[in-house]
């Protein structure tokens, strides 16, 4: 069994289970049988690139994201949070720099 199709059937599942649908929802939504979606969760059958852009678009996620393990999903997040840290450290530095440029401008 392939590790990706293992990542894309974690996803998928973890995306379903997520709103609360049952495999035979989302199957019969894309078209396939249900024992098909336990196949695909399962990372026992692969899929076409048709079928992924599917998959996305029921759920409204990009394609790519199913593609993403969640470590790879969790350092996203934590390089999100160190910019935003960034972004306001450098806004405060820049206050206190102006602050203090005013006080000796007399």
């Known amino acids: ?3 990706l199709k293992s990542i894309v059937g974690d996803n998928i ?4 289970r997520e709103r609360g649908w049952t495999q035979a929802f989302v199957a019969e939504s894309l078209g396939v049988t249900a024992p098909f979606m336990t196949m695909i ?3 026992q059958r692969g899929m ?5 852009e599917s998959i996305s678009e029921l759920f409204d996620v ?4 199913l593609f993403s393990t969640e470590e790879q999903k969790n350092s ?3 390089n999100k949070k160190l910019e935003n840290i960034k972004k306001r450290l450098t806004k405060k530095m820049i206050k206190t720099i102006e602050e203090t440029i005013s006080e000796f401008d007399l």
């Open 1 to 3: 069994m392939g590790k």
């Open 13 to 16: 599942r973890k995306l379903r």
């Open 41 to 43: 969760e399962s990372g």
């Open 48 to 52: 076409s690139i048709d079928f992924i």
């Open 62 to 65: 990009p394609p790519a994201s």
């Open 76 to 78: 996203k997040k934590e």
